[in-house]
């Protein structure tokens, strides 16, 4: 149980499109879900918090108009990624906390990963 | 701010060495920790957990104790398996009035036959 389910796995788009990625929790809810980007041989970074009816809370530095997050229901998030540019290439992943908290508050829970999209912008 | 270091990679070993990956972490109050791994081709999976200082976390074979003295939480296996061959990432998420999961850059494993 607990799958998260990531689309697509890898796009190229040219510079200026724009890039859709979506992210579902296919057997479990999710208010909250989680967007982070991965460089190479780098960690993790948060780039925000996706949260279910209200708008998402992004980390300093991240630009909200650039990353656009819609989380529409309880089981699907989106990462738009507006006129992309090469420097936006890069590995983006969306996860959500164990559905068996009730509290998603509760930092003792671990998250529930999607399997990652890698960007390219040409 | 809160923050994970762990040992660069890549760390490679023969099958059935003992495995050592070192995790510390600097956070206010009590963080829980964690360590997640990635196998290839696959998006990240919990491995273990531990929530409050001294507690060992435990899986596959994998152990890390939650040591509050040394601010780490240190990941260990006595016999690896080539099937061990992954990245594995240190993490810590501590109530910060929602929460946040903050990683480690990640210590890549290759084990050979």
């Known amino acids: 149980g607990a799958v998260v389910s990531q689309h697509p796995s890898w796009v190229i788009c040219k510079s200026g499109t724009s890039v859709k990625i979506e992210c579902r929790s296919l057997?479990?809810?999710?208010?909250?879900m989680f967007w982070y980007r991965q460089f190479p041989k780098q960690s993790l970074m948060l780039m925000a918090t996706?949260?279910?009816?209200?708008?998402?809370?992004?980390e300093q530095g991240v630009e909200k108009d650039k990353f656009l997050i819609n989380h529409a229901s309880l089981t699907l998030s989106t990462l738009t990624v507006t006129s992309a540019h090469p420097e936006d290439s890069s590995f983006y992943i969306c996860?959500?906390?164990?559905?068996?908290?009730?509290?998603?508050?509760?930092?003792?829970?671990?998250?529930?990963f999607g399997n990652g999209t890698r960007l390219t912008v040409t | 701010g809160d923050s994970v270091t762990q040992m660069e990679g890549p760390v490679t070993l023969s099958e059935e060495a003992f495995l050592t990956i070192n995790c510390t972490y600097t956070?206010?109050?009590?963080?829980?920790l964690f360590w997640y791994v990635q196998y290839p081709g696959e998006g990240l999976q919990l491995l273990l957990k531990?929530?409050?200082?001294?507690d060992k976390g435990s899986n596959k074979g994998f152990e890390a104790t939650y040591r509050k003295e040394t601010t780490s939480f240190h990941l260990e296996k006595g016999s690896v398996q080539v099937s061990d061959s992954a990245v594995y990432f240190c993490?810590?998420?501590?109530?910060?009035?929602?929460?946040?999961?903050?990683f480690g850059a990640g210590t890549r494993l290759f084990v050979k036959a």
């Open positions: 996706s949260n279910e009816g209200s708008k998402a809370t992004y």
């Open positions: 993490a810590l998420s501590r109530n910060t009035g929602g929460f946040k999961t903050i």
């Open positions: 956070a206010t109050g009590y963080p829980s």
């Open positions: 057997d479990f809810q999710a208010t909250t």
């Open positions: 996860s959500a906390p164990n559905p068996d908290r009730v509290n998603f508050d509760s930092y003792n829970s671990p998250l529930h």
């Open positions: 531990a929530t409050k200082a001294d």
